[in-house]
């Protein structure tokens, strides 16, 4: 059985227009901010995301599902490493990416903003290619 992506494909697609709507517009105007706020809504619901696509893959490496659901979005990514699911480098880049995200939580900030969204052109990049690898995989 595979595990569907439709929704997360979608968010990757979305935060992809966002971001290329936010580089037409002017950043003195509104629509800049809505934009940004588009792209830091959807980097958030992606990497969350990603954890729980990535749990369901590494389920069968563990005596029960869960221990899988009790691993913290880290470790997630770092067993996925550990099954060659993802290489080192991306573990380093999506663990890059859940710290920037855990600063959302004290700083909705303009630098908070504008920090992340340096990051998105790779994190999309990365977000595709984890959607690929998890339609490569068949879960029981």
């Known amino acids: ?13 979305a935060l992809d ?8 517009s002017d950043a003195s105007d509104i629509v800049y901010d809505m934009y940004r706020s588009a792209c830091i809504k ?3 619901i992606i990497l969350e995301q990603s954890g729980k696509l ?19 979005f880290k470790d ?10 993802i290489t080192t480098e991306e573990c380093e ?4 990416y859940r710290n920037s995200r855990n600063s959302t939580t004290h700083d909705y900030g303009v630098a908070f903003a504008e920090n992340t969204l340096t990051l998105l052109p790779q994190f999309i990049l990365d977000a595709r290619r984890l959607c690929e690898l998890i339609n490569q995989q068949k879960i029981e």
């Open 54 to 72: 990535l749990r369901k893959i590494l389920k069968p490496y563990f005596y029960s599902s869960i221990a899988a659901d009790k691993l913290i």
């Open 42 to 44: 959807e980097f958030e």
């Open 93 to 96: 880049r999506w663990l890059q």
């Open 1 to 13: 059985m595979n595990i569907d992506t439709t929704y997360f494909s979608r968010c990757i697609a």
């Open 17 to 24: 227009k966002a971001l290329e709507l936010l580089h037409e």
């Open 76 to 85: 997630v990514f770092r067993h996925a490493v550990l099954h060659d699911i």
